[in-house]
């Protein structure tokens, strides 16, 4: 039994004429008829009953017709699916995240995805550190990151989403709690909860620098792997965490956000695998290209946020 046959089957069903159900399949009367007698002996019933004047159902013929009905539809959808994940329109995107991205640019993007890209649906993979994230992608764990530069493995493209400035998260009852803004050298004698230093955390290497310029190294009194665990030794009166800004997005009991007058900026990027030629990503970055999600680039910038190409060029077409 083809496939072909069943449509035969369902286009007499639904007209009641073998005439009318030719033309609409576009093709002769007799090799349908033929087709639909040779399915009727394959099955070993009748689906028919056959005068000058008539074709109607017969009783297993209407009960085939149904499950007719269902195969078809599921084949149409199927064709229809496997067009969408072609074209790029449908499918996983699985995505990567520093933590402090979780609170202002995963929201932004979940938004732009499910309005623009409706049948894509999201794997997340959130709290990871810059060289993790590198990893996913090299090895096709993960299809795109938000991740801090510079990058490190070879073959990865990215395009800038925003440059943060490193703010002051520290406990409420705090003695800085109350000042509007603060500066680095304030912090000298704080106690830090910073990410471990093992981790290679971008946001650590510019706290570090942020705090020799202004003459000391920070206190590192505890260590952590996720940005959620920061804030949360900061609301217990542990110390203070100096982080991107994009943490003021999710308000912490407990918790006061400063700016720091003199601390240096931290760049979030999109990054991808550069040979991917998925039609998924190129979609992705259609998208987020059409929405401004890109800062517009001033020239070439360093993958630390100096002077590298910040606007990579689009993945090429297959």
């Known amino acids: 039994m083809e496939l072909r046959h069943l449509r035969y089957f369902a286009a007499v069903a639904e007209t009641r004429h073998f005439g009318k159900a030719a033309e609409h399949l576009h093709m002769a009367q007799p090799p349908l008829s033929q087709a639909i007698r040779r399915l009727e002996k394959e099955l070993g019933v009748e689906l028919f009953t056959r005068t000058t004047r008539q074709v109607a159902l017969t009783g297993?013929?209407?009960?085939?017709?149904?499950?007719?009905?269902?195969?078809?539809?599921?084949?149409d959808e199927a064709v229809a699916r496997v067009g969408r994940f072609g074209a790029g329109v449908e499918g996983v995107l699985r995505v990567g995240l520093?933590?402090?991205?979780?609170?202002?640019?995963?929201?932004?993007?979940a938004r732009m995805v499910k309005r623009e890209m409706p049948h894509?649906?999201?794997?997340?993979?959130?709290?990871?550190?810059?060289p993790a994230q590198e990893f996913a992608?090299?090895?096709?764990?993960?299809?795109?990151?938000?991740?801090?530069p510079?990058?490190?493995?070879?073959?990865?493209?990215?395009?800038?989403?925003?440059?943060?400035?490193?703010?002051?998260?520290?406990?409420?009852?705090?003695?800085?709690?109350?000042?509007?803004?603060?500066?680095?050298?304030?912090?000298?004698?704080?106690?830090?909860?910073?990410?471990?230093?093992?981790?290679?955390?971008?946001?650590?290497?510019?706290?570090v620098r942020s705090c020799l310029a202004s003459g000391f190294y920070p206190h590192r009194a505890y260590e952590i792997t996720e940005t959620s665990a920061a804030l949360a030794l900061v609301a217990a009166g542990l110390g203070i965490a100096v982080l991107p800004d994009s943490i003021r997005s999710a308000p912490r009991e407990g918790v006061v956000c400063k700016p720091i007058e003199d601390a240096l900026s931290v760049p979030l990027v999109l990054a991808w695998r550069a040979d991917?030629?998925?039609?998924?990503?190129?979609?992705?970055?259609?998208?987020?290209?059409?929405?401004?999600?890109?800062?517009?680039?001033?020239?070439p910038r360093e993958a630390d946020g100096s002077r590298e190409a910040d606007a990579f060029p689009l993945p090429p077409k297959d």
């Open 150 to 207: 510079p990058t490190r493995q070879e073959g990865i493209a990215h395009r800038r989403l925003a440059d943060e400035p490193l703010i002051a998260a520290v406990p409420e009852e705090h003695w800085l709690a109350d000042a509007e803004s603060l500066r680095i050298e304030q912090l000298r004698h704080e106690d830090f909860i910073m990410y471990g230093a093992a981790l290679g955390s971008v946001v650590n290497d510019a706290v």
């Open 60 to 75: 297993a013929g209407e009960v085939f017709r149904t499950d007719v009905e269902r195969i078809l539809k599921s084949v």
């Open 98 to 109: 520093t933590g402090s991205a979780s609170y202002r640019q995963l929201p932004l993007l």
């Open 137 to 148: 992608l090299t090895e096709r764990r993960l299809d795109v990151g938000l991740l801090r």
């Open 120 to 130: 894509v649906m999201l794997e997340v993979h959130t709290e990871m550190l810059t």
């Open 276 to 299: 991917d030629t998925s039609p998924l990503l190129r979609n992705l970055l259609d998208v987020l290209e059409r929405n401004g999600a890109f800062l517009a680039t001033d020239g």
